[in-house]
């Protein structure tokens, strides 16, 4: 899960700047094989405005 986190905080910095702090809303994933396959997660990220 924690991958996930930071792949969606990556992926946020290439076009938002100042990011500041982030809440995951929600957690889910999917299964192959009967195995946890990949983490998903939906986030909020806090970011500042600056003039």
Wanted: hydrophobic share 45%.
């Amino acid at each position: 899960m924690d991958d996930a986190v930071e792949t969606a905080i990556q992926r946020a910095h290439k076009t938002v700047k100042d990011l500041c702090w982030f809440q995951v809303v929600e957690t889910r994933g999917n299964i192959a094989k009967g195995k946890v396959h990949q983490w998903q997660v939906t986030l909020k990220i806090g970011f500042a405005v600056k003039d």
